[in-house]
């Protein structure tokens, strides 16, 4: 197990704190489906920068070094409700190879950025994909352990 740096009760998790911390993810069956504990090191990522979860950052916002927390999300505050109309069907024979439901097939979009979504049927001629998010609906479970809470506006400082 990782050993708690500096552990400080003053210094809590607020927007634009640095945070060290392990997580697992699990669906509500209680699958796992990620987890950071296989790294060395912690995670570290910065509160508030867009890279994580809204519903995620808020049930970390005032924990502080050495708290460990699990957070239930329901799918408005994780990846979304599953959308209908997010399915889109396509021509089968446009694709180079006949796709293979379950894989996963990245598309370009008009902004010409990349989007993914999943072979959900094929017949010879309608393929049918969906771009929900693979878990859209699903209610997710955190479990975070924090190992080090860095100030907004402290990252990279060091102090002698």
């Known amino acids: 197990m990782t050993e708690i740096i500096q552990p400080n009760e003053e210094i809590r998790i607020s927007e634009g704190s640095q945070v060290e911390l392990h997580f697992s993810v699990a669906i509500e069956n209680g699958a796992e489906i990620d987890n950071s504990r296989s790294r060395e090191a912690p995670v570290s990522l910065v509160i508030g920068d867009g890279n994580l979860l809204p519903g995620f950052e808020k049930s970390l916002i005032g924990l ?4 460990r927390r699990t957070v239930s999300l329901p799918p408005e505050e994780a990846f979304g409700p599953w959308n209908p109309e997010n399915i889109q ?6 694709f180079e190879q006949r796709p293979i439901v379950g894989h996963m097939i990245e598309f370009e ?3 010409k950025s990349s989007l993914f979504g999943v072979v ?3 017949t010879d001629d309608v393929t049918e994909i969906d771009f929900n998010h693979p ?3 699903r209610n997710i479970s955190f479990e975070v352990e924090i190992f080090k809470v860095t ?4 990252q990279g ?4």
């Open 109 to 111: 979009d008009k902004a």
């Open 64 to 67: 502080r070094a050495g708290d």
């Open 135 to 137: 878990l859209a609906g």
């Open 89 to 94: 069907t396509f021509d089968t024979v446009k």
């Open 151 to 154: 100030p907004a506006g402290q």
């Open 157 to 160: 400082i060091q102090l002698k």
């Open 120 to 122: 959900k049927s094929v």
